[in-house]
């Protein structure tokens, strides 16, 4: 299991059984930002989280094998992708996306796709 699977696995793993299992069919960050308890100081509200779920649409269209999926995708940032593609709200974007992005490819939104 890599490590971005083990954190969320991890994170999540507190949660109540039946929210463990919905966290199964969710892809990362998806599950993260639907599931996890954040801190009440959070700038993020309920609305933030949902607007997470515009981004079933991007991760059922993408096909991993598939060089048509990259063609696609590699045409677009990040940060497109997330905001205007996707409808993720600038909030969720700017607390929890733009972190990740940070860590995992290690580069701003807008120079990546």
């Known amino acids: 299991e890599d490590g ?12 109540p059984e039946p ?4 966290a199964k069919l ?11 308890d954040f801190d009440s100081a959070t ?26 999926s990259w063609k696609r995708y590699d045409g677009i940032s990040a940060e497109q992708l997330f905001l205007s593609t996707a409808g993720v709200s600038p909030t969720l974007y700017r607390e929890l996306v733009t972190p990740l992005l940070h ?10 796709s």
């Not at 971005?4 to 949660?15: F, G, I, P, R, W």
């Not at 969710?26 to 996890?36: F, H, Q």
């Not at 860590?103 to 990546?112: E, H, K, Q």
Request: charged letters at 15%.
């Open 26 to 36: 969710l892809p990362p960050p998806l599950d993260i930002a639907l599931l996890s």
């Open 43 to 68: 700038p993020l509200s309920i609305l933030d989280r949902i607007s997470a779920i515009g981004l079933l649409g991007a991760w059922a269209d993408f096909v991993q094998d598939d060089p048509d």
């Open 19 to 22: 929210l463990q299992q919905i």
């Open 4 to 15: 971005m699977n083990s954190n969320n696995s991890k994170a999540l793993s507190k949660l």
């Open 103 to 112: 860590v995992l490819p290690m580069t701003p939104g807008y120079d990546c």
